[in-house]
């Protein structure tokens, strides 16, 4: 299995910018996607950004040309740049990865998640 830990998040103006970090341990040979999801109070989760290991990228509608994701391999870790901050944009934020340990077995894992809180 593999195991997620979340870090950076924090309170910032709008306008401003955060960058998480997501690190993993454990099975890592067979992650084949990171990413971030978030939840906001009520609502449901939803994706943010996701990465894969063919460097393929997909961003939600909402997070386009403000946030990028990006990964470093050597440090098994995945980034969240998230610029030009909105109020909007405040939620929990959970790093998420999906393994493939045969072709029809793919399996989620979550880290604890990280608050991030944009004030106006």
């Known amino acids: 299995q593999v195991q997620l830990v979340e870090s950076g998040g924090g309170l910032v103006q709008a306008g401003g910018s955060l960058r998480l970090s997501c690190a993993a341990s454990g099975s890592i040979a067979s992650i084949n996607a990171m990413g971030w999801y978030r939840q906001a109070p009520g609502k449901q989760r939803e994706l943010v950004a996701t990465?894969?290991?063919?460097?393929?990228?997909t961003y939600a509608d909402s997070v386009k040309g403000r946030f990028t994701i990006s990964r470093d391999t050597a440090n098994n870790t995945v980034y969240l740049q998230m610029n030009s901050l909105k109020p909007e944009d405040t939620a929990v934020y959970y790093c998420?990865?999906?393994?493939?340990?045969?072709?029809?077995?793919?399996?989620?894992?979550w880290g604890q998640g990280t608050q991030v809180t944009v004030s106006s």
């Open positions: 990465f894969t290991t063919s460097g393929s990228t």
């Open positions: 998420w990865t999906e393994t493939q340990r045969r072709s029809w077995a793919y399996y989620d894992y």
